[in-house]
Each structure stands twice: as structure tokens, then as C-alpha cells.
């Protein structure tokens, strides 16, 4: 069975950091390339950052110089370290992974930032 399962997210105050991870179940995790998502309130899902297969990445503006996309193949996991956090990243955060005509999403997990 196919899984994309996030750890990680929880409640941070502004300037804060956390740590993303997602762990791939059920798919040949090299060859994918693995993003994150994010969906704020009252706002569509947009792209954070994405690393693709070749090693290449790719950040959304709002997050470029404080975020930072990995990924382990040996583990089968990319991360997303977040770093000086701001109110406007709260959000869920959902993992995806996308390789041809394959697509997979993570359930998300909930990150708040806030005094």
C-alpha cells in the first residue's frame, strides 16, 4: 500500500523552527520527485519546495533563505526544515511525491506559528 506519512509539525513561536519530515511507503522513493504543500486559511495549496529526482530544487518566494528541502533516499524520507518562522506560514503541510503518471499525497500535518 502506498503511503506518504508526515512527521513534525506542531506550534512554534515567531522566529522558531521546526523540522518536516515524510516518509515514503509502497513506491520507489529515488525516482520521485518529493515537494511540499502547504494550504493556509482561506488560501489554495501552494508549492513550498520541491526537490526533484535529479537533485535539482525549487522554492515558492515566501520561504526562499529560510526553508530548506533534503531528502534521504537510503531512508526513503525528504525533509523541510523551516527556519524564522512567521504567523504567515501557518498552514497544513502536505508531502507529495510525483514520478510519470504516479502522483501521491500525504495526509498533512499542521503547522502554527504564533506568541
Known amino acids: 500500500q502506498v503511503q506518504l506519512v508526515e512527521s513534525g509539525g506542531g506550534s512554534v513561536q515567531p522566529g522558531g523552527s521546526l523540522r518536516l519530515s515524510c516518509k515514503g511507503y509502497g513506491i520507489m522513493f529515488k525516482f520521485y520527485s518529493m515537494s511540499w504543500y502547504r494550504q493556509g486559511p482561506g488560501n489554495q495549496r501552494e508549492l513550498v519546495a520541491e526537490?526533484?529526482?535529479?537533485?535539482?530544487?525549487n522554492y515558492g518566494d515566501s520561504v526562499k533563505g529560510r526553508f530548506a528541502i533534503s531528502r534521504d533516499n537510503a531512508k526513503d524520507t525528504v525533509f523541510l526544515q523551516m527556519n524564522d518562522l512567521k504567523s504567515e506560514d501557518t498552514a497544513v503541510y502536505y508531502c507529495?511525491?510525483?514520478?510519470?503518471?504516479?502522483?501521491?499525497w500525504g495526509q498533512g500535518t499542521q503547522v502554527t506559528v504564533s506568541s
Open positions: 507529495h511525491g510525483q514520478w510519470r503518471g504516479f502522483e501521491y
Open positions: 526537490f526533484s529526482s535529479d537533485g535539482t530544487t
